[in-house]
């Protein structure tokens, strides 16, 4: 993209002996948007009743043999694409063995030295309006396993299988990331990124969204310190939060003569602490192995190079074109591209009009009320057609600005159009210059003094009497010409 990339910006901790830099890794894990699981048929719409979306291999019956799904198999290739990284047209999955009670096969299928996709880059906006690059280490795909209840019983514990196959990919980063405002940031790229290309649904209160964070701390510019994992942080709010509570406990443990366990830690929202889950196991722990039951995964040139010619415009591309060929401002076009559906509405409405003024009104009075309504621009009730029809009788001057900032609350609460309640109301602006000059006879004669004081060279006055004749005509004269007729006839 166009813009500038900057270096980190440190977010640094004070501490007794000095400041502190914070060093951050994220691994994602993102539900692919696929109608069936990453081996078996079953499934995987959300929020079905307990155990109704498993197959015979999701329950890992004795000699059921898992099936690769071809469709997250290209989801993994378009997200690799999207996120401008390596794509390996052999790859292999292999066995991660643990134990676990909602893990029937007793092992999760996953990738380990042959991901699907390599190294890609990554590039975030902060709020500042500056850029980052963070690197993209592996994106590989893995099953999802499925979920312990505890709280149905007092005594006992129970099992839903319906995530128990459930393709993810885990996006792992490099440890590019300096500050926990960064570490958002990026997730909350990632989440656009796999929006448009409709990888996933970045849902993370559904839990189709999570990330694992890797925190250490150092000295700046020093060795990088040991790394505490928290695992399953699933808000844009509580990773910032995880951050910033884990990366002052490590200073405060070093600083008091500690060390730093390389462990796994649990992120509690309601106290906005982390502690402590398990030591952190090694890769070799884990005793990965190719799996038998599977070939390994390999496709050709042409099959990437189809996926790629259909590759939507993604948001960095759109943020350029937006920039370069409408002419709106950097961070206009950052709000207008956050999500494909906001974009998608906003070209509707800058199709043939002022894409400026089409940009204010979707990001200023559009989101205004969307957000009053807590409504998605998906669900809003003024259609980009209907916004484009209200800016249409500005541009021509039937209704001026401030007339249309009523008509544009009354479309949003009736759903009408923009000149079907011009029209009811009687709100079309008054161009008229005999009606005007009228209503600017009235406003002298009530005011003599100040057309005196206008005369004697007040000329700030200027402004009181536009604002009388608009009042006079309810906000619906057109100011060009009131303007006129009261300079003609002050002078006069
Ligand atoms: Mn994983």
């Known amino acids: 993209m166009s813009d500038t990339v900057k270096a980190p910006a440190p977010q640094l901790i004070q501490g007794a002996t000095g400041d502190w830099e914070i060093v951050l890794g994220l691994e994602i894990h993102a539900q692919v948007v696929s109608n069936a699981k990453l081996f078996s048929g079953a499934a995987t719409e959300f929020g079905a009743e307990p155990n109704t979306q498993v197959s015979l291999v999701d329950a890992a019956m004795p000699g059921m043999l898992p099936v690769i799904n071809e469709v997250v198999v290209e989801q993994a290739v378009r997200t690799g694409l999207g996120l401008k990284a390596q794509i390996n047209n052999f790859s292999v999955f292999d066995r991660k063995n643990y134990f676990y009670p909602d893990l029937p096969q007793g092992y999760q299928i996953s990738q380990f030295s042959q991901p699907i996709v ?14 980052r690059e963070v690197g993209v280490e592996r994106l590989h795909l893995e099953q999802d396993a499925g979920k312990s209840v505890h709280d149905l ?151 990437v190079a189809r996926i790629k010619a259909d590759l939507p415009e993604l948001p960095d591309d759109k943020m350029d074109r937006f920039q370069a060929e409408l002419g709106l401002s950097h961070y206009d076009a950052g709000v207008l591209v956050a999500e494909r559906e906001i974009a998608d509405y906003f070209e509707i409405v800058a199709a043939g009009r002022d894409a400026k003024i089409a940009a204010n009104w979707v990001s200023g009075n559009l989101f205004g009320l969307l957000n009053k309504d807590a409504t998605a621009i998906t669900d809003s009730p003024v259609s980009a057609e209907q916004l484009g029809g209200l800016l249409d009788l500005m541009a021509d001057g039937t209704i001026s600005g401030k007339i249309a900032k009523d008509v544009f609350e009354d479309m949003f609460a009736s759903g009408k159009d923009a000149a079907t309640i011009v029209d ?27 057309v005196e004081e206008y005369r004697g060279g007040k000329d700030k006055l200027m402004g009181f009497f536009v604002g009388q004749v608009m009042k006079a005509s309810k906000g619906q004269a057109n100011p060009g010409v009131v303007n006129q007729i009261l300079k003609d006839k002050l002078s006069g």
Do not use: W
């Open 118 to 131: 390599g190294e890609g880059i990554v590039h975030v906006e902060l709020a500042d309006g500056s850029v």
């Open 424 to 450: 009811e109301k009687g709100l079309k602006q008054v161009s008229d210059t005999g009606a005007i000059e009228a209503m600017v006879d009235e406003v002298m004669a009530a005011n003599q003094d100040k």
């Open 153 to 303: 019983h007092p005594q006992q514990t129970y099992v839903d299988l319906n995530r128990s196959g459930v393709a993810l990919m885990e996006i792992v980063s490099k440890p590019d990331m300096r500050s926990s405002e960064e570490a958002s940031a990026y997730v909350r790229k990632i989440r656009s990124i796999l929006r448009y290309l409709g990888t996933c649904d970045g849902n993370m209160e559904q839990g189709s969204m999570r990330a694992d964070v890797n925190v250490s701390v150092r000295k700046p510019g020093g060795d990088l310190g040991t790394r505490a994992e928290i695992k399953n942080v699933n808000s844009l709010k509580f990773i910032q939060q995880a951050i910033e509570y884990e990366a002052q406990r490590q200073v405060d443990i070093i600083e008091d003569g500690g060390e730093i366990k390389q462990e796994t830690r649990l992120f509690d929202a309601g106290s906005g602490t982390t502690r402590s889950m398990r030591s952190k196991e090694e890769a070799h722990d884990y005793r990965y192995f190719p799996d038998p039951d599977l070939l390994p995964l390999e496709f050709d040139d042409a099959f």
